[in-house]
């Protein structure tokens, strides 16, 4: 190793601040604080950075293949988030279906355009407030959404199939685990 690639801390000891949240003795409480009692955890800041970091990692791939199976000719994957969104929600706003998508109202103005004139989504006005406007699901594009669920939904379950039982009973207690870490605890 070159010697500025060496640790100025010197051989053996620990980098600078690396007592961080486990505390000087090393342990951790199952919230990543240091425990008071001194008793140690099963699990190390360094082994949740790296569950953090490959979970993340499976996540955001799997999502990609995902929505690559629910984009087509026909729409692009954020035109089909638009949609989905309208067919779960019923009616939105361009704001909010910007803010749902994360993108600029300038973007979605573009998205809603393409989509109406493909006829799968319509634009009026709010029966309420003629400034706003309020975009609405046309049969078309939930017969949109719904084929693109289904095909992704074949997709996942042949991809499930391949696995063993003990796989599956597996990936059934990891669904459940994942929605109440990631999901039902959003912040």
């Known amino acids: 190793m070159a010697d500025d690639d060496q640790d100025p ?8 601040g690396a007592d961080g949240p486990e505390g000087v003795d090393g342990a951790v409480g199952a ?3 240091g425990r008071a009692d001194g008793a140690t955890s ?17 996540l955001l791939v799997s999502s990609r293949i ?4 629910t984009a087509s000719e026909d729409v692009s994957a954020s035109q089909y988030s638009v949609l989905a969104y309208l067919q779960r929600t019923g009616q939105s706003t361009p704001g909010a279906l910007a803010d749902f998508e994360h993108v600029t109202p300038p973007v979605m103005t573009r998205i809603l355009g393409r989509l109406e004139e493909a006829g799968m989504v319509t634009r009026a006005a709010h029966p309420g407030d003629g400034r706003q406007v309020r975009v609405t699901l046309t049969d078309a594009g939930e017969q949109v959404v719904l084929r693109g669920r289904a095909e992704r939904d074949e ?5 499930i199939q391949e696995a063993g ?3 599956r009973d597996t990936l059934r207690e990891a669904a459940e685990l ?10």
């Open 155 to 159: 997709w996942l379950r042949s991809r």
């Open 178 to 187: 994942l929605r109440r870490t990631l999901i039902e605890r959003r912040d």
């Open 9 to 16: 801390t010197g051989p053996g000891r620990p980098p600078a």
């Open 66 to 69: 995902l929505r690559s199976h």
């Open 42 to 58: 099963d699990v190390s800041v360094g082994d949740v950075a790296e569950l953090a970091a490959e979970l993340r990692r499976v």
């Open 31 to 33: 919230d990543g604080a």
């Open 165 to 167: 039982p003990e796989e």
